[in-house]
Nanobody, 114 residues
Framework: QVQLVESGGGSVQAGGSLTLSCHAS???????MSWHRQSPGKARWWVAG???????NVASSVKGRFTITRDASKNALYLQMNNLKPEDTGVYYC?????????WGNGTQVTVSS
């Protein structure tokens, strides 16, 4: 079973930056990986992802501000978040999809104040 641990969350003012990290307990180089956000009272929402082949994509609302990268040598996934907005507030979760399986981390809180 793959274990995922997110880190890097915190409280910032609007316009600030944060980099989230997700470290996996196993090799994730062949897994599709993604970041998701859950804001209070809302469903978990896909933010960005990278396919097993390395193709990246981000949600339209964060395009140009967020960048997803993967470092297979460190079994790590990152989310660079720039020009943060209050609506980016929420708990950010990392997901790994090795084949038909699915694993989630416990999340890291991001709070953006105006």
């Amino acid at each position: 079973q793959v274990q995922l641990v997110e880190s890097g969350g915190g409280s910032v003012q609007a316009g600030g930056s944060l980099t989230l990290s997700c470290h996996a307990s196993e090799d994730i180089s062949a897994s599709a990986m993604s970041w998701h956000r859950q804001s209070p009272g809302k469903a978990r929402w896909w933010v960005a992802g990278v396919t097993h082949g390395g193709t990246t994509n981000v949600a339209s609302s964060v395009k140009g501000r967020f960048t997803i990268t993967r470092d297979a040598s460190k079994n790590a996934l990152y989310l660079q978040m720039n020009n943060l907005k209050p609506e980016d507030t929420g708990v950010y979760y990392c997901r790994a999809q090795p084949g038909s399986q699915e694993y989630w981390g416990n999340g890291t809180q991001v709070t953006v104040s105006s």
